[in-house]
């Protein structure tokens, strides 16, 4: 099992929408969490990062972190075309750790 | 906004060629990282820095070695560049913002093709 998983997609949404992307973990010793957005052939992007339960909002995008079932998620409200992109969740346990990211959904968000 | 920058952003090398791949960051992190990534496929960690004269292999093998002589430069070098070495190379430094908080950010990476 890998430490991060993500489904691959792509996750289709209409402009407008809410886009829901999903993130299990395996080690129960991770401390915080970080969305990246990865425009294609571009370098990652930090979007938001979260370490307790519970939601955590920042203008369009909402993380939410569940440590009892291992899982994290974004959710993106009132989706945009512009929003298209690849998003990889990433999971940091702490002290001199390096992140270990998934490998990313893409999603893709139609006019 | 992250200061952190590679140069070259593209090159195209002959095989068996050395070259070294630049990285500098203005924000005084301890940490910096080195990524490989292929088109549509996942990152993968190959050298990382905790600090001046600190640097340790990733999780995948690779042959290039990386040196950290100055805090804001982690250059990365291939003695002997092959196809097999074609990829996008991704550096990127950290810092920790509190307890259970680390940001790490990244360069806008280097675009390598061996012939």
């Known amino acids: 099992q890998k430490e991060v998983e993500q489904n691959s997609g792509p996750l289709s949404v209409p402009e407008g929408a809410i886009a829901s992307l999903n993130c299990t973990y395996s080690d129960r010793g991770s401390q915080s969490f970080f969305w990246y957005r990865q425009y294609s052939g571009k370098s990652p992007e930090l979007i938001m990062f979260i370490y307790s339960n519970g939601d955590k909002e920042d203008g369009r995008f909402t993380a939410q972190l569940n440590k009892a079932s291992q899982y994290v998620s974004l959710l993106i409200r009132d989706s945009q075309p512009s929003d298209s992109a690849t998003y990889l969740c990433?999971?940091?346990?702490?002290?001199?750790?390096?992140?270990?990211f998934g490998k990313g959904t893409m999603l893709l968000v139609s006019p | 906004e992250a200061d952190i920058y590679q140069t070259p952003r593209y090159l195209v090398i002959g095989t068996g060629k050395k070259i070294t791949l630049e990285c500098s960051q203005t924000m005084g992190h301890d940490k910096m990282y080195w990524y490989q990534q292929d088109p549509g496929m996942e990152l993968h960690l190959i050298h990382y820095?905790?600090?001046?004269?600190?640097?340790e292999k990733g999780d995948l093998s690779s042959e290039s070695t990386v040196s950290r002589i100055r805090t804001e430069h982690f250059p990365l070098t291939l003695e002997s560049a092959r196809p097999s070495h074609t990829s996008q190379y991704l550096c990127?430094?950290?810092?920790?913002?509190?307890?259970?908080?680390?940001?790490?950010?990244f360069g806008p990476g280097t675009r390598l093709t061996v012939l």
């Open positions: 990433a999971r940091w346990i702490g002290g001199y750790s390096t992140l270990t």
């Open positions: 820095s905790y600090g001046v004269n600190s640097t």
């Open positions: 990127a430094s950290s810092e920790f913002k509190q307890q259970g908080v680390i940001e790490q950010f």
